[in-house]
């Protein structure tokens, strides 16, 4: 949809989620599809729930699975969930949180529901890692406290990144922003924007409309670049998820949980996977995730 501003032609895309399965919890994708695969380096986005969940539900259970080339990025807004990895890091992420774990050259996890909740709600991001730092040591890091503040009835999260003269400390190795938007009320905000950047936006629930374009729960508003500011009227309740970064410029493949340049890159994290590989280390008393088959697109 093309919209004419005083910055020019906006050609905004508009991406609607496709239902998923993890862990017997189904999920909202926006990334990758078919329309666009990567946002800066974001490459996966995943909105589970809200979600209540009934009587003798266990909940969300994912055993352990691999990842390379990648960080996950999980922002969690309701609910707790237990993280475990293959470094025998245990870390319980809360509403306000975020939990970062660094693939590099390879790791595995597992995601659990914790605690006395019975509700859960949260977005799983992935940062495809840049080839200079694609084959890094593995790593896991957590960041109980991110930097906040409110404009009128909208509040805001700086989960990665930078906005005005808030800084995040979250581990990057491309230049991103990740900034979380809920309103009380209706509300019109200006967002300042960086030209070099690309942005989506991400509505979390309620209803936006960015310059004038309508979107909803669980639509993804791709931006494009070469923009300086744009502006969103949220109805009452509203949550949003502003993503950007500086284009990649670089050809990635993606299967399953692997991100690599080639096919013989992938293939061998499968066979690794597959075959009990020590790259992948091991998750205490965990059962592992086979590939799916087939075990190449």
Same mark, same amino acid.
């Given at each position: ?20 399965? =993890? ?18 380096? &974001? ?18 259970? =994912? ?8 960080? /996950?990025?999980? &922002?969690?807004?309701?609910? *707790? ?44 991001? %992935?940062?495809?890692? #840049?080839?200079? =730092?694609?084959?890094?040591? #593995? ?9 906040? %503040? ?31 938007? /809920? ?33 909803? /729960? ?31 410029? *670089?050809?990635?493949?993606? &299967? &399953? ?15 690794? %996977? ?17 590939? #799916? ?5």
């Amino acid at each position: 949809m093309s919209i004419p501003t005083n910055q020019g032609e906006l050609n905004f895309q508009q991406i609607s989620a496709r239902i998923k399965d =993890v862990g017997g919890l189904p999920v909202s994708r926006v990334l990758p599809t078919k329309e666009r695969r990567l946002i800066g380096a &974001w490459c996966f986005l995943d909105h589970a729930g809200p979600t209540v969940f009934k009587g003798d539900s266990e909940g969300m259970r =994912v055993a352990p699975h691999p990842h390379t080339g990648l960080q /996950t990025f999980t &922002w969690m807004i309701e609910g *707790e969930v237990l993280h475990r990895d293959s470094l025998g890091c245990e870390q319980v992420i809360r509403p306000g949180q975020v939990n970062l774990m660094t693939a590099g050259k390879g790791i595995s996890h597992s995601e659990d529901t914790y605690g006395e909740s019975h509700k859960l709600h949260a977005v799983q991001l %992935w940062i495809a890692l #840049p080839e200079t =730092v694609k084959d890094i040591p #593995p790593r896991f890091d957590h960041y109980p406290t991110l930097p906040e %503040w409110s404009v009128g009835s909208a509040k805001f999260h700086l989960l990665v990144g930078e906005y005005e003269t808030y800084k995040a400390p979250t581990l990057s190795f491309s230049s991103l922003i990740g900034l979380d938007i /809920t309103t009380r009320s209706d509300e019109e905000i200006v967002l300042l924007l960086r030209p070099e950047f690309e942005y989506g936006i991400f509505v979390i629930e309620g209803n936006a409309v960015i310059e004038t374009q309508h979107s909803q /729960t669980n639509q993804l508003i791709y931006l494009g670049q070469n923009l300086s500011k744009i502006t969103i009227n949220l109805s009452s309740g509203s949550h949003l998820l502003l993503l950007g970064g500086e284009p990649l410029h *670089e050809s990635i493949l993606m &299967w &399953w949980n692997f991100i690599g340049r080639t096919k013989i890159e992938i293939a061998t994290a499968i066979k690794e %996977w597959n075959q009990g590989s020590t790259r992948f280390g091991k998750v205490i008393n965990d059962d592992r995730i086979p590939t #799916p088959s087939p075990l190449m697109p």
